[in-house]
Nanobody, 121 residues
Framework: QVQLVESGGGLVQPGGSLRLSCAVS????????MGWYRQAPGKQRELVAA???????NYADSVKGRFTISRDNAKNTVYLQMNSLKPEDTAVYYC???????????????WGQGTQVTVSS
């Protein structure tokens, strides 16, 4: 079994910062991609940032220059540093991992439980 545990969400004022963490544990053989998605009320879930096993990254245009994704391979943990937060960043943020199970099955997607980020005065 594979588990993703998220932490770091909360309420901040515009211009503030938050750091999200997602720790992966369980029977996973190889992690290919780690990323963060978000979903605001009434909107579709969108990709915020992703990082590959080689360290390549990509970001949504709306967060580029403000957010930074990173990973610690030894700890199987992915982070999202969010700076200069705006009210439109308010959403539930979900950690996502694409990987190969330890039993050598097909590539699967795993999701965290979601953490609320609210940016408001």
């Amino acid at each position: 079994q594979v588990q993703l545990v998220e932490s770091g969400g909360g309420l901040v004022q515009p211009g503030g910062s938050l750091r999200l963490s997602c720790a992966v544990s369980g029977s996973i053989f190889s992690i290919l991609v780690m990323g963060w998605y978000r979903q605001a009320p009434g909107k579709q879930r969108e990709l915020v940032a992703a990082i590959t096993s080689s360290g390549s990254t990509n970001y949504a245009d709306s967060v580029k220059g403000r957010f930074t994704i990173s990973r610690d391979n030894a700890k199987n943990t992915v982070y999202l540093q969010m700076n200069s937060l705006k009210p439109e960043d308010t959403a539930v943020y979900y950690c996502n991992v694409k990987g190969v199970p330890a039993y050598a099955g097909p590539i699967e997607n795993y999701w965290g439980q979601g953490t609320q980020v609210t940016v408001s005065s």
